[in-house]
């Protein structure tokens, strides 16, 4: 895959961290990709998300081919100049969202059909037009059209949503349009049952990917269940291509992935949690909606480097929370994403340097605490 490549840098058990190059720059991992779903991450400048420390940022299909379109995308250069990010961009397929958003679905082997959930227009959405849709949006990184099998699954509808998935990953591939840097991610399926998971990632790479996704997590099954699949899972995918986990998650899922072995994460947690006055910290999160903070000087969080932390006080974070000021979401969300952010720094670091388990104890342990008076 000219232009695309990935290196493992360092191991520490099954965690590593590693470099991903493309044409429009490079992504350490573990990286966490700040949702864009509209082209946008809500209530951040793409300047300042960089500022946080993220390489690359993700899109989605499904929103972007309703409103304003990929047609109309692709007419004004591209996603990538349309938001002013120059930096990689990873565009989901939309499956996800036609299941979890679209009305009047029906799907087949063809694919999906469904009415929009914004005024009703109907669409159909297939492998070949997913990959169409990305094209003309121009990220670095698309993904195959799947069906996110619904959980809970019987192990017979689990297996015939992952061979749909996987018969959907071949046409997608072939419909794939190369492009230097630009890369075709498959995604693993399998619900919960190890030996589907088996077939599934053996599938993928049988028709052969640059990098592997797994997907159908973060819909319920719980955190234990989730790192029971990828401990069945991981070791099928191969060491020398990327691992993405899609739509998580909290903070200590992130940290339980990467101990498994999994490079990439994205979730809309940092930024809607923002909005709603749900700040992370390393002391767990903080509802900062709390009256307790009505009269607090002190900042969000010691030591951030955030501005919300560094010029504001929790007494006035909570004021513009309270008063529903359009400040509270853009200093909250900024926060959020520079304790990812900083997150999967800090696991890159520790792994490098071979302490991951003193490390991840220590991240727990913090969690654990709470964000409790005195700090």
Not at 51 to 72: K, W
Request: neutral net charge; glycine residues 10%.
């Amino acid at each position: 895959m000219t232009g695309f490549s990935f290196s493992v840098e360092a191991t520490d058990g099954a965690a590593r961290t590693g470099l991903i190059r493309t044409v429009r720059g490079d992504i350490r991992t573990p990286a966490f990709m700040p949702v864009g779903t509209a082209g946008t991450v809500k209530a951040m400048l793409p300047e300042s998300v960089r500022e946080t420390g993220a390489d690359i940022v993700l899109g989605n299909t499904y929103h972007l081919m309703l409103r304003p379109s990929a047609e109309r995308v692709a007419r004004l250069g591209g996603l990538h100049r349309m938001m002013n990010w120059p930096r990689p961009i990873l565009t989901d397929s939309g499956g996800f969202q036609v299941m979890s958003l679209a009305q009047l679905r029906k799907l087949d082997e063809n694919g999906v059909s469904f009415q929009s959930h914004i005024d009703g227009t109907q669409y159909l959405l297939t492998p070949e037009r997913s990959m169409e849709i990305q094209d003309l949006l121009g990220s670095d990184i698309h993904m195959v059209l799947d069906e996110c099998t619904p959980f809970p699954a019987t192990e017979a509808e689990a297996e015939a949503s992952m061979n749909l998935s996987t018969r959907w990953a071949r046409r997608s591939k072939a419909a794939f349009r190369q492009a230097p840097g630009r890369a075709l991610f498959g995604i693993v399926q399998g619900s919960i049952y190890p030996h589907l998971r088996a077939r599934s990632a053996a599938a993928l790479q049988e028709i052969g990917f640059p990098g592997y996704a797994v997907g159908g997590l973060a819909v319920g099954e719980g955190q234990a269940r989730m790192f029971d699949v990828l401990d069945v899972t991981v070791p099928h995918l191969p060491h020398d291509r990327p691992r993405y986990l899609m739509g998580v998650g909290k903070p200590l899922d992130i940290v339980g992935a990467v101990v498994r072995g999994i490079d990439m994460f994205d979730c809309v947690l940092p930024t809607r949690s923002g909005r709603n006055g749900q700040a992370f910290t390393r002391r767990g999160p903080v509802n900062l909606r709390n009256a307790r903070h009505a009269d607090d000087p002190r900042p969000l969080e010691e030591g951030c480097r955030c501005p919300a932390c560094r010029q504001y006080s929790r007494a006035y974070l909570h004021h513009l929370v309270k008063a529903e000021e359009i400040l509270a979401s853009m200093l909250i969300t900024w926060h959020n994403l520079t304790h990812y952010q900083d997150l999967t720094e800090g696991l890159r670091d520790a792994i490098g340097k071979g302490r991951l388990a003193a490390h991840v104890a220590a991240i727990t342990s913090g969690y654990a605490r709470g964000d409790i008076d005195p700090p």
